[in-house]
């Protein structure tokens, strides 16, 4: 006959709850990190006025691409940067 004590059993309660709140944790983290997203953005110099403009990237950009008018002065935009920014959902 296998005699237990009062004092294993709370022990092995208490790691039972420490491991049932651990999970709780670690799948909320988890949900978190899946909730960010990130959108990429990119930058547009004048080549005339030197008027900044940010916009969505779009495919095939890349930095020092003749892309846009310069709706100030009518000059080509250049593409400066490219970045990408975390959005929470």
């Known amino acids: 006959m296998i005699y237990v004590d009062n004092y294993t059993e ?4 208490a ?3 420490l491991l049932v709140f651990y999970m709780i944790y670690e799948s909320y983290i988890k949900k ?4 960010s997203m990130y959108v990429t953005r990119e930058v547009l110099m004048c080549l005339n ?4 403009i940010e916009k969505d990237f779009e495919p ?3 930095i020092g ?20 920014v975390e959005v929470r959902i």
């Open 10 to 13: 709370i022990l092995l309660l």
């Open 32 to 35: 978190r990190e899946k909730e």
């Open 60 to 62: 095939g950009d890349f």
């Open 65 to 84: 691409l003749i892309k846009d008018t310069c709706p100030r002065c009518g000059g080509k935009m250049k593409i400066k940067g490219i970045y990408s």
């Open 15 to 17: 790691l039972l709850v």
């Open 49 to 52: 006025c030197k008027y900044v």
